[in-house]
T-cell receptor, first 116, second 116 residues
Framework: TQLLEQSPQFLSIQEGENLTVYCNSS?????LQWYRQEPGEGPVLLVT?????EVKKLKRLTFQFGDARKDSSLHITAAQPGDTGLYLC????????????????FGKGTKLSVKP | GAGVSQSPSNKVTEKGKDVELRCDPI?????LYWYRQSLGQGLEFLIY????????KSGLPSDRFSAERTGGSVSTLTIQRTQQEDSAVYLC??????????????FGSGTRLTVV
């Protein structure tokens, strides 16, 4: 079964701290995406990474795709309360794993709480 | 509309009743997806529509679940004879063509279904 494992499951930090969350799989993915979901809302796309070793920056957020394209990380510098939310990674499902080439599979997410 | 619209936002139903959940995707998006999000679980893929192709129903958990998409636009997810384990947030997403894996999904805010 094709799975995306995210860690940690929960993270509570103070404003101004740095943090890293992880998304790991035993499978190779052609691309990975990161979404952030706030309570009562649907997930919102943050970034797509497609090349092994790729690093993308979005303001204080840095995303990295592993060289072997089996893992990804999200690093937040100087976290703010507005960063609070559920961070989800997602990758394309494949026919070989009983899925469809059209849909994304999602990890269970990291629930981040940033306290002022 | 500017985003993906889902209705109702909340639905409470009695066990055994049928429910219909509606999704209005972004105009011009040919791909439409339904996911289910339960407490502590990730997003579970249900069904995927792409243009005029036959939908990928591989994620539907039982034959009580069905979905249709009329005119390549609005979609309805129907759950018959609801059970308590059907309680979850049902999320709809759309993407431009079948490129959700690269361009990402745009999600609606979801329908929170509670079966009592």
């Amino acid at each position: 079964t094709q799975l995306l494992e995210q860690s940690p499951q929960f993270l509570s930090i103070q404003e101004g701290e740095n943090l890293t969350v992880y998304c790991n799989s035993s499978s190779v993915f052609s691309s990975l995406q990161w979404y952030r979901q706030e309570p009562g809302e649907g997930p919102v796309l943050l970034v797509t990474v497609v090349t092994g070793g790729e690093v993308k920056k979005l303001k204080r957020l840095t995303f990295q795709f592993g060289d072997a394209r089996k893992d990804s990380s999200l690093h937040i510098t100087a976290a703010q309360p507005g960063d609070t939310g559920l961070y989800l990674c997602a990758g394309p499902g494949t026919l070989n794993y009983g899925g469809s080439q059209g849909n994304l599979i999602f990890g269970k997410g990291t629930k981040l709480s940033v306290k002022p | 509309g500017a985003g993906v619209s889902q209705s109702p936002s909340n639905k409470v139903t009695e066990k055994g009743k049928d429910v219909e959940l509606r999704c209005d995707p972004i105009s011009g998006h040919t791909a439409l997806y339904w996911y289910r999000q339960s407490l502590g679980q990730g997003l579970e893929f249900l069904i995927y529509f792409q243009g005029n192709s036959a939908p990928d129903k591989s994620g539907l958990p039982s034959d009580r679940f069905s979905a249709e998409r009329t005119g390549g636009s609005v979609s309805t997810l129907t759950i018959q004879r609801t059970q308590q384990e059907d309680s979850a947030v049902y999320l709809c997403a759309s993407s431009l063509g079948g490129t959700g894996q690269m361009d990402g999904y745009t999600f609606g805010s979801g329908t929170r279904l509670t079966v009592v």
